[in-house]
């Protein structure tokens, strides 16, 4: 067993390096050249996402599609993990994520409009979709589907529940002294509550939950900034120059080099935003949209407003505020630059960190359910959620380092099988994108639905 566990580790740490990190950007890449800069219609697609599209098929609004998979991504990434960046890879870190962020809204857009595009309307009505059918549909690969099912049911329990629920657990004993126990308890049933109703129930939760805590923590940063307002001008060209000549962070190592800077920018960029993961698609596929490129537009915004705004507002407060000279780790440098805010500054970090775990728990539950759909059909999907809420109260209570590896290596194997679809079916991508975007077309309905299971 012990073997077992080191090999995983092993496997783990490999995959979650270079060969990752290669794969993904390299994709952000070759879409965003193939796509012509899609960013460059950011400004339509955020007025998209907060348009009804009532009459198309789907499951919910595109907006609570967008807050759900929000809700999934962003996490305790964009406060801990930039930190984390930074005191790796020093300031230039954060433009290296910000800098990804850009890229990889390229692939939030092609994967969502695949799996828009090859969703199925089940026999009652609601719809399926992501990686796994676009691979069984679009590709003819349904082996590739299963892998991914099963890889994404595995890492929805343990890095989308157990981890969350977990760092929720020690961030309310640390500073509220509440027994880890109690919050278990009251963890999953808050988690039942929500993931019993089905999508419309967790939509419905996140779409007012995911603005109001983004809203209160971009607002805790700015208020952070303005209280050393002039000095951002100059953090800003640290960040920047520091991109391309490497300024490592006290007690950092020692002579950081541009390589660590991009190294570790762009690592937590692809972790945060999950652009390629093929998690999101998933709840994309339950939008009302009338064609595949209005859904994509709208959730390609995701990886704008968790990367390319959350992260780097993150980032800059830690610059600006000089806590990154002081020699501090990871969430230490948060906790510090929140600390310039006397007593409300500590009790804001705390509780966007625990909304933001808490979101995360309730965005990958939908994940992990049509997974297991996918793999064994409807029935399956009560059990499923059964097991979820209980591994929430027990991933509050123990400390399980050998699932959370196991978990977040399934995690990482999730990307190969929806990259090689987005590769693969990029001429469908770039087809699609001319009929309804370049030809000005996004009010055409589209008739990709079929019935199926």
Not at 118 to 130: C, S, W
Request: with cysteine; net charge neutral.
């Amino acid at each position: 067993m012990e073997g077992a566990i080191k090999l995983v580790e092993k496997i783990d740490s490999f995959l979650w390096n270079w060969p990752l990190l290669i794969l993904l950007l390299g994709t952000h890449v070759f879409l965003t050249v193939r796509l012509k800069f899609i960013q460059r219609h950011m400004g339509k697609a955020v007025k998209l996402s907060v348009t009804k599209d009532d009459n198309a098929n789907g499951d919910v609004s595109q907006f609570s599609a967008l807050t759900t998979a929000l809700a999934a991504t962003i996490g305790t990434g964009n406060i801990v993990g930039v930190a984390t960046a930074i005191s790796l890879g020093g300031p230039g870190a954060v433009f290296w994520t910000w800098i990804t962020g850009v890229f990889g809204i390229s692939t939030k857009y092609a994967e969502s409009l695949l799996a828009t595009k090859y969703r199925v309307k089940t026999e009652d009505g609601t719809m399926a979709g992501g990686p796994m059918y676009v691979l069984e549909h679009g590709m003819k690969k349904k082996w590739l589907g299963v892998l991914f099912a099963i890889f994404t049911s595995v890492a929805a329990i343990g890095t989308g529940g157990m981890v969350q629920s977990n760092a929720i657990s020690a961030m309310i004993n640390d500073t509220f002294k509440v027994p880890y126990a109690v919050t278990g308890v009251i963890l999953a049933v808050l988690t039942a509550v929500v993931i019993l109703g089905g999508i419309k129930s967790i939509a419905k939760v996140c779409e007012v939950f995911v603005p109001f805590m983004a809203g209160s923590y971009i607002l805790g940063c700015l208020i952070i900034l303005g209280l050393s307002y002039e000095t951002i001008p100059n953090s800003l060209h640290t960040i920047i120059s520091s991109a391309f000549t490497g300024q490592a962070a006290a007690g950092g190592f020692a002579g950081s080099t541009i390589m660590m800077a991009m190294r570790f920018g762009v690592s937590r960029g692809l972790f945060s935003n999950e652009s390629g993961l093929g998690s999101a698609p998933i709840v994309s596929a339950a939008a009302q949209s009338r064609n595949p490129v209005r859904q994509a537009l709208v959730a390609s915004t995701g990886t704008f407003w968790d990367t390319v705004i959350v992260c780097a507002i993150t980032g800059l407060v830690l610059t600006n505020t000089g806590v990154w000279t002081q020699g501090l780790q990871g969430g230490q440098l948060t906790r510090e630059a929140f600390g310039t805010i006397p007593v409300v500054g500590p009790i804001v970090l705390t509780l966007g960190l625990i909304t933001f775990a808490f979101s995360t728990i309730l965005g990958w539950s939908y994940y992990g359910e049509k997974s297991i759909e996918y793999l064994f059909g409807k029935k399956a999907i009560l059990p499923y959620k059964l097991l979820w809420i209980i591994m929430i109260y027990i991933g509050s209570v123990f400390s399980l380092d050998v699932v959370w590896n196991f978990a977040d290596l399934a995690n990482g194997l999730m990307a190969i099988p929806n990259l090689i679809s987005l590769i693969a079916l990029s001429g469908v991508i770039v087809k699609e994108t001319k009929k309804y975007l370049w030809e000005d077309n996004l009010d055409e309905e589209s008739n990709d639905e079929k019935i199926a299971m």
